[in-house]
């Protein structure tokens, strides 16, 4: 039997999770470790590769699909749906979603920047986007919510007079670019699809030269930008691939000119910013890959860290690498992506892996900056624990003898004017990059607040109506740690049970104060992070789900018993335990579960029996059953969600779980997280999927993207419908707490975009063909050539006012085209390969308007739209724009298509 994400528990696991000041961490803190990186010994490497397991599960896909890849192509998609309808109406805060927060307690950040301007200081987050502060940790603003994807690098460069700065990020393999502030980016050009990147770098030359050093064809690469990051050369390669990096000068006279690259152990230096290398010097032993860092004191002091036979070595340079003498070795707790050297001091070097690191004697030895405990009684001066990014910059008070440390973390980020000897905590205002994993918000007191984080705890807040942007309220940390699954039997926060990787958490009392641990059942076979169900008909009793099916009840003061509530086993066949499960609210014996399998169960007798459903969809084996709700008051219509990369996302339900049927239309290939029913009584349901946040219409049985502009592009984890209210409460996993009003619309324009490829990268094509509307071109899947043309639209939907007017823009300047209209979206709105882009709109084709693009590549239609496609009030209508493309043709097909264009005709 295969035993995947399980993780078995035993009597006293909990207290493997505790530590105290005792054993040298917490400076008086007694509370759970950091989960999802840790120490690899022991219980705490088994956790965390049940972590690692339970997010592969989740995202069970067939063999040879890529699900990270499709959730690329959405993310993408989502870009240019924004780009789109950001021409098409002015943002507007506050209509639809607001931020709530947490406000206090930011999440992880990855990297960070000081940037040309006075006083800012740019970060870079998980899943957050990303963020321009001061220095001194205030005015916080998000650049990165119409972003996809994590920011692990940026850099800026200064915009000139009158234009805005030019913002380069880098999300893994993947550079984006934006010249607006951030309302919309586009993906560099220049650089090979397949670049496996490691390094980006801007130089302190007057062009600023912007150098991006990876991997890819099996040589190592260094690629520059001399026009602010929008194209990208190839300056020099080297075989083999090797997981090396670049490090130049941040200040000084070589802080324009000099490079030094790490390739192989060796170390190759340039003097004209990267266009030739020459090897100067050599690091001894072997090495699979390393890191190189330095200090601009010395000739100057170089660093590497290499890491060999299985362990990370230090070795150093002071002869600007012709010759290396090794320091520390077997490093331990060090990561890669955090090794930095002092400006100033040539003896001063750090690195982080769960905690920080020092040295001050050139890397002989190291000290803790501080240990990850101590944060929870000290989080303004204390580093929290998982350390993803150090760096070292010119002081901008004293640029020619000091510096300024930017510590980026799973707390947030913090600076440093003394060295790293102290810290200061530049996220306790304003920073909303919380990740979160569960929230539950209290019937007697909706305004009442809690939520499961991770890394940062299990929290309580008192939601605060927002006023500005930004987040509106601050959480409190009770217990560190990660929590998901908050559940309540009566809605209130009397009782209160969750999960942590180890224990259930139980929270007696509305306001909080009394929280304790519960064990696992012994021996039992869990998720890593197992759910847990309240009973509605004891607020003092809760479910625990695994292998079996547990019922906990309340005993004498914090102790609790359990028993196993039925006979039926859930480890059989290729399951080896619940995933999921729900009861009616209108029917409290009527019971619904879902396991590891992806089969559903369904009881009707209060759980004691259980019987398995029948399910004919299509790819059914590869579904994994994540989310269940009921409806409110139908107790035989229930809703199950989980991974939608090999067949239906969600299946519905309507007969008690006799027979099942997809719902997934509108809903694109993704990992439903959650499900929940509208509070207003519609019967719609709301999804928190890795996609985004969604809305099943009743009437249409369709979904329906409710992001618009407002929401960040993140992924959404919970979803719960707020007591006597009318918000449904998203938790997401990068940019906090979100509330979406039902009922309430953003911004309104004559249509919406639809079919908008991946926006980034080009299409793999066969034979061009003639270019007709009625054509097709084999074997270009799914793509829009990098900048492919934005099809909008300005004026009214009404037929009698004729002012609808199509403008696109993105084209070839000077080259032809044709607006066209169609009855129906292609291939429920994704498109079909068609040249370098995809057919959307279809049915009885009616050509509007042939047009030329002007110099500047856009185009619009001057002919009335509605009397030249003889619509009617009623009508809905699709439009695309074909239109040349011989400058900038992915396919050499030289034709392309805008995206699709929906229009609703009204009277």
Known sequence: M????????????????????????????????????????????EHKAGRKRWMREMHRAAPGVDWEELERQNGLREMERRRALALEMPMTIGASWAEVGSKNLAGRTRSSFIGPGEDELYVGSALGGLWRGTLTGTDWEPLGDNLYGGVYEVVVLEGGP??????????????????????????????????????LVLLGDSAQTVLVYGASGGMSRVYDSVDGGASFQLRWALSPEWEGGLWAPRAGPGAGTDVYMLHQRKIYHSSSGGSGFTEVGTVAGSGSEGRITGSEAGAPTLYVSLRQSGSWNVYRSTNAGASFA???????????????????????LLY???????????GSSFSRVNSWGSYYNNPQIRLHADIFGIDCYPDPDAPSTGERWIISCDGGTYESRTSMSSVNNLSMSGLGISQYYSTHSS?????????????????????????????????????????????????????????????????????????????????????WLPPVVADPTDNQAFYFLGDRLWRYTRGVGQSWNHIQHTSQTFDTGSSDYLTAMAIAPSDVSRMYACDEAGRAWVSTDFGSSWTQTGSSLPGEHYFYGNAICVHPTISQEVFIGGSGYSTAGVRRSTDGGSSWQAESDGLPSTLVYDLAYAG??????????????YRWDRPTETWENIMGLEAPITLYWSVEAVPDSPLMRFGTYGRGIWDYTIGETGPTGPGAGYCFGDGASPCPCGNANDGSLNGGQAGCANGVSPGGAVLTATGSNSVSARDLKLEAFGLDPNQPGLYFQGDNQVAGGLGVAFGDGLRCAGGEVIRLQVVMADPFGDSDTSIPVATRGGVSAGDVKRYQLWYRNPASSACLSGFNLSNGFEVAWEG
């Open 2 to 45: 295969r035993r995947s994400g399980w993780i078995v528990a035993a009597l006293g696991v909990s207290a493997v999770l505790w530590l105290s000041s005792g054993e040298g961490h917490g400076e008086g803190f007694v509370g759970p470790r950091p989960t999802e990186h840790v120490l690899d010994e022991g219980a705490e490497a």
């Open 162 to 199: 009158g234009a805005h700065d030019i913002f380069i990020t880098r999300d893994g393999d993947d550079l984006y670019r934006s010249v607006d502030d951030g309302a919309t980016w586009l993906p560099v050009s220049g650089l090979p699809s397949n670049l496996d990147v490691r390094d």
């Open 680 to 693: 207003d009584g519609s019967g719609d349901v709301y999804a928190a999927c890795e996609a985004g946040a």
């Open 352 to 362: 982080g892996g769960v905690e920080c690191w020092r040295s001050t004697n050139g």
């Open 443 to 527: 019937a007697a007191e909706p305004t009442r607040l809690l939520a499961g984080s991770q890394d940062q705890g299990y929290q309580r807040g008192h939601v605060v109506t927002q006023s500005t942007p930004g987040p509106s309220t601050d959480m409190d940390q009770l217990i560190s740690g990660d929590y998901g699954h908050l559940v309540s039997g009566d809605g209130t926060h009397a009782w209160v049970y969750s999960t942590y990787p180890g224990f259930v958490l139980v929270q007696q009392g509305e306001a909080g104060n009394n929280i304790y641990q519960v064990s696992f059942p012994s021996g039992s076979q869990h998720l």
């Open 326 to 348: 090794q320091r520390a070795s077997d490093i331990g707790d060090y990561w890669d992506t955090s090794f930095c050297a002092s400006i100033t001091d040539p003896d001063l």
